[in-house]
């Protein structure tokens, strides 16, 4: 990918961007944020939720 082509996709997908309402925008982030894995499981991966799990069931 050359220089042109990455500036001519970071230009499309700012303007893509600044198009939309303020209030989607908002909607749009706030999706992304519920979407997202616990803190545990983004930074420690997936033994602290099996321990957590083996944990519970007792």
């Known amino acids: 990918m ?3 082509d990455y500036v001519k996709f970071m230009t499309q ?3 893509k961007h600044f198009e939309k309402s303020p209030l989607e ?3 749009i ?5 519920n979407e997202r894995p616990t803190f545990l499981f983004r930074w420690f991966g997936v033994i ?6 083996i944990f519970k069931k007792k």
């Open 29 to 33: 982030k706030e999706l992304r944020k």
């Open 25 to 27: 925008r908002k909607n």
């Open 13 to 15: 997908t700012v303007v």
């Open 2 to 4: 050359s220089i042109n």
């Open 48 to 53: 602290p939720y099996a321990l957590m799990l």
